[in-house]
């Protein structure tokens, strides 16, 4: 029984995620799906106040970035992880894409996170949980480091970066949103809860007493 | 300053320097002139402040809305920019005289600045961080009050004469000069950064709470999901704070805190999409401005279904900003505050701030998805013609005002301090039963109920009989409850009987 269960939950995992993948529809591209609400307008002289806004997350971002890599108290990198977090939905937020940034909040920051702390509050032996880090592991992040560095890299370099693009802003981002997650992309939609299941089910059976 | 005299060496009392002390002197001197008026007319000063705060308003939305008519009005018609270069106080100047306003010379020159939009997030700044402030600020003595009141005493009475109502400002003066302590033993860095974990994003989810349908800063259409985001970002400052301090009391408080603020958002979330089905839209302007007909059109006399979500949706809103009988995070009598109790000073002021902050928001969302947002119980289609400044200030008190909308609010906030002491606090495992096997099946109940409705009934004439009955209910029960109160505050002293003092010592 415990086998089957086992089973079918690792099998389910891929399938649901290529189903997802599979069922996208191709024209992805054309309906925008991030774009701005009745309330902020899009001025073109806001520039200068948009610009020292951008600076201003990104080096936030690469600061606690940075922080989380240096720190080796998990409940201080937890902290940094926040700031990044927060950073980056503020990021989204001065795209436009306030629903992706509120999504980001109250996913990570605000459940994902404490979940965090709470599980390094549960399973810490000493007051202040420590990260030691091995030589080994060192060296083999390091070279994922490397290789997904290089790959950022040359997609910065090779890729185009076009400064204006055509889409016309019509009505809340929400309601477009929300009928696109009915209608075009539905089966992705369901096969993505339908992951989330899976791991629902997953945890209640570790989590059970035998 | 008086120096007791005591038999070892005392240090002479600190003076202050500088510009604190102009600021300490010029506070003492308003106080001392202060109170004495304060404490001679309380009636005249309330009103004359609620009249007042309403003129000030509303000239202030006037002058805008004139500043708005006349960029409309502009032959060049662009749009207004962030350093706003669009309009010249000639232009002003030849717009008030084209319409005969007095003073256009002066005013031209006042109204010029108005255009700019940085000028005018500014101030909207300003009236939000001032709105945070008060709020928190009066909860604060109220509780004191209420509490006082259950437990027969008077409670605060002396600091500013009538009612002690300048007791908070003492308080906030106390805690600013107490000294910040941080235990030697604790994370220094999170300990100070804790607190402003948990206020900041509190006062962030002001942005976009509307008072009204002008009455927004900004009017976002996730504005909704922005509030519940924000008030589950506070508990972060919460469990860092409780987990820096390096303390047992603190680190229980601070993982009851988690796992209570983790389950209770499911079903206060699944709750809040009820509303959000109705509406059919995420932005809290749009939702307020829905329920204009009156107080049957409120969205919790939609149907049973959206009644029983404003239910849950309040006492999960309870457990969710740890108020009774959820507080177990900072149970006063077994984990000796929990969380803060290492704090003092300004850092736990900053708490206190944050938490009666969350006790406005989620009343104030509790009012905007569920009882008609900043309309009163009057139908909007009843309202005056506008023709005289008269009937626009009535049309303003009588149909929909950002005082109502805070008034309601402080209805909510009343109950959540009826409730905390009146009711004892439940144990944890209590707490987590309630969420998982109560709170969560009927949310899901309700949920479920409230799209099949939607779908079967909505609009039929079984709706309307149900949206009646059930407006009447809360009607008849809200009243019911009002004589009572009014009964046992007039014959208080017979009701108690003789356990009753006369006169309460202090009084």
Not at chain 2, 99 to 113: D, F, M, N, Q, R
Request: proline content about 4%.
């Amino acid at each position: 029984m415990t086998l089957r269960l086992k089973k079918i939950l690792l099998l389910m995992t891929p399938l649901a995620i290529a189903l997802s993948f599979a069922t996208a529809p191709v024209q992805a591209a054309d309906t925008d799906l991030s774009l701005s609400d009745q309330g902020i307008q899009t001025s073109a002289d806001g520039g200068l106040l948009e610009a020292l806004m951008f600076y201003a997350c990104a080096g936030v971002t690469l600061a606690c970035g940075f922080a989380i890599c240096l720190s080796k108290n998990i409940v201080r990198m937890a902290v940094y992880l926040f700031g990044t977090l927060a950073a980056v939905a503020l990021m989204y937020f001065l795209l436009l894409a306030n629903f992706i940034g509120v999504i980001q909040l109250i996913v990570y920051a605000g459940g994902t996170l404490i979940l965090l702390i709470f599980g390094v509050m549960l399973t810490s032996k000493s007051p202040w949980a420590k990260f030691e880090v091995k030589r080994s592991e060192l060296i083999a992040a390091g070279i994922v480091c490397a290789l997904f560095a290089g790959m950022l890299l040359f997609v910065v370099v090779n890729a185009e970066w076009p400064l204006e693009t055509d889409a016309v802003v019509v009505g809340s981002s929400m309601t477009q949103f929300g009928t696109g997650l009915l209608t075009d992309y539905l089966v992705p939609f369901e096969a993505i809860s339908v992951l989330l299941l899976v791991v629902m089910i997953g945890a209640a059976y570790m989590a059970r007493q035998e | 300053m008086t120096q007791f005299s005591v038999p070892w060496k005392q240090s002479p009392p600190l003076e202050y320097r500088g510009p604190a002390r102009g600021i300490v002197a010029l506070a003492r001197m308003v106080y001392t002139m202060a109170t004495p008026i304060v404490s001679r007319f309380p009636g005249p000063i309330l009103l004359g402040a609620i009249v007042g705060g309403t003129l000030l308003v509303w000239a202030h939305w006037m002058l805008f809305g004139w500043v708005e008519t006349i960029a409309a009005s502009d032959v060049n018609g662009a749009a207004q920019s962030v350093w706003g270069q669009t309009l010249t106080t000639a232009e002003i100047g030849a717009y008030l005289d084209s319409h005969s306003i007095v003073a256009s010379g002066i005013l031209k020159y006042l109204l010029w600045p108005l255009q700019l939009e940085l000028l005018r997030d500014l101030v909207g700044l300003g009236a939000i961080f001032g709105l945070f402030n008060l709020i928190p600020v009066y909860a604060i003595w109220w509780e004191r009050k209420v509490a006082g009141r259950i437990q027969s005493r008077m409670g605060p009475m002396r600091v500013g004469g009538w009612h002690g109502w300048a007791q908070s400002f003492a308080d906030g003066v106390k805690l600013v000069g107490k000294e910040d302590l941080v235990p030697e033993q604790a994370d220094a860095m999170l300990f100070r950064v804790a607190p402003y974990l948990a206020f900041v994003p509190s006062l962030l989810a002001f942005l976009c709470l509307p008072l009204g349908s002008y009455w927004v800063f900004r009017n976002v259409d996730v504005a909704l999901i922005f509030i519940i985001a924000m008030v589950g970002v506070e508990v972060v400052g919460v469990i860092v704070a409780g987990w820096a301090s390096n303390n047992k009391w603190s680190v229980y408080g601070a993982m009851r805190e988690a796992c209570q603020m983790v389950s209770y958002e499911i079903p206060m979330t699944t709750v809040l999409l009820i509303p959000i089905m109705t509406a059919g839209t995420l932005n809290m302007v749009q939702i307020g401005d829905m329920q204009t007909g009156g107080w049957f059109s409120w969205n919790a006399f939609h149907n049973p279904f959206t009644f029983i979500a404003f239910i849950t949706y309040y006492i999960a809103s309870l457990a969710n900003c740890k108020r009774a009988p959820f507080d177990l995070p900072e149970s006063e009598s077994e984990l000796v505050a929990g969380f803060h109790t290492e704090y003092s000073g300004f850092r736990w002021a900053l708490f206190f701030f944050a938490e009666y902050a969350a006790m406005f928001v989620v009343s104030a969302l509790a009012v905007t998805l569920f009882l008609g947002a900043w309309h009163t119980p009057i139908p909007a289609t009843w309202a005056f013609e506008e023709d005289s400044i008269v009937k626009i200030f009535l049309n303003g008190v009588l149909f929909s005002s950002p005082f109502w909308f805070i008034f309601k609010c402080f209805i909510f906030i009343y109950i959540q301090l009826w409730i905390r002491w009146t009711l004892p606090r439940i144990r944890i495992d209590q707490v987590l039963y309630s969420c998982v096997q109560v709170m969560f099946p009927i949310a899901c109940v309700a949920l479920v109920g409230h799209a099949v409705w939607m779908v079967l009934l909505d609009g039929t004439v079984v709706s309307d009989i149900i949206r009646w009955i059930l407006g009447l209910l809360t009607a008849a029960v809200t009243f019911g409850f009002l004589s009572v109160a009014a009964f046992g505050y007039r014959n208080g002293r017979q009701m108690v009987g003789y356990l009753a003092v006369k006169q309460l010592p202090g009084a």
